[in-house]
């Protein structure tokens, strides 16, 4: 799905941004659902979960955006770790055949090029944000969850303090999103994700209740938009009978 490289660029990067980034630092996506799962998947599978080729940003909002911690991050990714803005992104071109950070202005074959991006999410888009940033964010409300609720977990990873939300939290933001998706590799990611959240992770697939987040509606849609086939190509990624995919991830939506 996502080739070794991509992976690991992403991991490298991560464990940098967490190095330069003021604690607590909120991670979401695909590197959330990382920390989650890999101790039970690597234990029962010997091989690492899926990485992600992303690395996505959980960010509070207030109206005192000068000082946000959100404001500081984009100085710190700017001025410190040179990634470039692109709308509400940050990004570096990477070396596919070196690894190494391509110069501005250099001509590199795009084939040769492999695009590393920090998304920053808000749970909330205040007044006057483009106006002082410059882009409109993504935004996600079920992050006020996280920062209101305080329905995360605290890991310690990087020597840093790192908040995920919990696997409820992130299993119905994969739902909200998964029937959206445009590119196939993405959606069968989030399938994936999907089945280890209800597998490797706490929580019960048969006794969980995600309707609070998520809304009976989006559950259909979600449960509707995934074909025979894309059970197919998640199972092969996760090690799993594509039928043990499809009960397991029907448990979750279908309540």
């Known amino acids: ?59 509070h909002m207030n109206n005192d955006l000068k000082d946000s911690t959100l404001a500081q991050t984009i100085i710190i990714l700017k001025d410190k770790l040179n990634f470039k803005p692109l709308s509400f992104r940050f990004m570096k071109e990477i070396h596919t055949e070196t690894g190494q950070e391509i110069k501005e202005g250099k001509a590199v074959p795009s084939y040769f090029i492999f695009p590393m991006y920090i998304d920053l999410i808000v749970d909330s888009i205040p007044k006057d944000f483009k106006k002082k940033f410059g882009f409109n964010p993504i935004d996600e409300p079920l992050l ?17 303090k790192l908040l995920l939300p919990n696997p409820k939290l992130l299993l119905a933001m994969k739902i909200n999103s998964l029937p959206d998706r445009d590119k196939e590799h993405k959606k069968i990611k989030d399938i994936c994700d999907l089945f280890a959240l209800a597998w490797y992770s706490n929580i019960n697939p048969q006794t969980i209740d995600l309707s609070k987040y998520t809304g009976k509606n989006n559950l259909i849609k979600c449960f509707q938009s995934i074909a025979d086939k894309d059970y197919e190509r998640a199972a092969i990624q996760m090690g799993h009978a594509s039928e043990e995919v499809r009960r397991v991830i029907s448990l979750i939506l279908l309540q």
Not at 19 to 44: D, Y
Not at 144 to 160: A, D, L, Q, Y
Request: hydrophobic content about 35%; aromatic content about 18%.
């Open 144 to 160: 006020k969850h996280v920062f209101n609720s305080k329905e995360f977990n605290v890991i310690r990873e990087f020597n840093k």
């Open 1 to 59: 799905m996502y080739k070794e490289f991509e992976t690991e660029i992403s991991y490298k990067y991560l464990k940098e941004v967490i190095h330069n980034l003021k604690e607590p630092i909120c991670i979401m996506g695909g590197w959330a659902v990382f920390f989650h799962v890999n101790h039970k998947f690597e234990k029962a599978q010997g091989r690492p979960y899926l990485g992600s080729r992303d690395i996505d940003l959980g960010f």
